[in-house]
């Protein structure tokens, strides 16, 4: 009898990482179901990955926090191999301004996602992490070993807990595998065109801007302070492809499924900085657009520079980044053009 498929649940499914990475789970031979609440996302999202892939993708509707959905969730889907848990508030300003609201959130989901998991004897699990576990960080790449800072937000605070919690759940329950996995500055969008970032409201991390300012919704990209200790002033992120980040994903089931017992971290990164001026000379280079830009003051909870050493993941993972940032920023900017063209709404509102 051919062995079935494994099966795994994405909560956060119609986000942005969790979308492209059930596109490369599909690629890669899995079944998938996903539970997304599209508080940060649209239905539409499951449209266009069936365009991508020819899978209609079960969605269950709600917030994962409630663990009569998952247990709806399993009775109906009969079984689950492994999760990946992506869903999560992820806005650092946000946080800074409503920690209630994400402490409760993130970290209440996470804790009714693992105590499923413990019920129903689900061995493999896959947490989205974040470089912001770091924190403000002096000595560079930061490698899964580096000594974590002080979070400089709830957001990524929220993260650092994460960890702890799956640390001990993997401590209690040793039959459980656990990859926790450390995505640095995620961009661009699915080569197809057809699946990408959707800035929901007035979005905050460089690379949509800089979609934005060259698109004329926004005047400029107002950067962030240009007297860092830095090559040239601006600060230094590690910006890898979110397509990169989403096969890594696939990688780390299979990983997965060779362990007795773990619990493993890894960076997901291009294992290169990138300063704000580059990164918008990168998109320029491609797309042949000039950028609008204005020097602003730096933003509150900035660190200067940050990036990884990935080597962990290439090793362990066999996973290695295929994309440049040049490729990311003109994927980003083809998916903005589809929106565009689509007569998407520029900002889809809330
Ligand atoms: C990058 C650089 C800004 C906007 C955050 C989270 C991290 C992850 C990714 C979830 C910084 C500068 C930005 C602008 C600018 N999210 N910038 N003008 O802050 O590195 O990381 O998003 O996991 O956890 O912390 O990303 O894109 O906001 O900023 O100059 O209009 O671009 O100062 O140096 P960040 P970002």
């Known amino acids: 009898m051919q062995k079935r498929k494994q099966k795994i649940l994405v909560t956060g499914g119609a986000g942005y990482i969790g979308s492209h990475t059930i596109v ?11 539970i997304d609440n599209f508080s940060n996302s649209t239905k539409d999202t499951f449209t266009r990955i069936k365009k991508i892939t020819g899978v209609v993708v079960p969605n269950y509707v709600g917030d994962v926090a409630g663990v009569a959905l998952l247990e709806r969730v399993f009775k109906k889907e009969k079984y689950i191999d492994g999760i990946i ?3 999560a508030l992820k806005s650092v300003p946000e ?26 004897n689900i061995t493999q699990f896959v947490f989205s992490s974040s470089a912001a576990v770091y924190g403000d960080i002096t000595k560079l790449p930061v490698n899964e070993k580096t000594p974590l800072a002080p979070p400089a937000s709830p957001y990524g605070a929220t993260k650092v807990m994460g960890e702890m919690i799956l640390q001990d759940v993997a401590r209690a329950v040793p039959e459980l595998k656990i990859a926790m996995l450390r995505y ?12 990408g970032e959707l800035p929901l409201g007035v979005p905050a991390n460089l690379a949509p801007v800089i979609i934005e300012a060259a698109s004329g919704v926004r005047k400029s990209v107002q950067v962030f302070g240009d007297n860092y200790k ?7 992120r590690d910006y890898i492809h ?14 997965l499924q060779k362990q007795k017992s773990c619990c493993e971290v890894f960076n997901l990164g291009s294992g290169r900085g990138v300063t704000v001026l580059e990164l918008i000379q990168a998109f320029e280079k491609v797309t042949e657009i000039v950028v609008p830009v204005t020097i602003g003051k730096r933003r509150a909870g900035d660190m200067a520079a940050i990036y990884s050493d990935c080597r962990k993941a290439k090793k362990m993972l066999g996973w290695m980044p295929r994309f440049s940032i040049q490729e990311a920023m003109q994927s980003a900017w083809q998916w903005h053009l589809n929106l ?5 709404p520029k900002r889809p509102l809330k």
């Open 24 to 34: 490369e789970l599909l690629d890669a031979g899995y079944d998938v179901v996903s």
């Open 85 to 87: 848990h992506f869903a």
């Open 95 to 120: 946080s800074v301004a409503d920690p209630i609201r994400y402490y409760k959130n993130n970290i209440g989901s996470l804790l009714s996602v693992i105590s499923f998991v413990k019920k129903h």
């Open 184 to 195: 640095f500055n995620p961009i661009g969008a699915h080569t197809s065109g057809m699946l």
């Open 230 to 236: 830095t090559r040239d002033g601006t600060c230094i």
């Open 242 to 255: 979110v397509s990169d980040i989403a096969r890594a994903h696939a990688l780390a089931f299979r990983f």
């Open 340 to 344: 565009v063209n689509n007569k998407h």
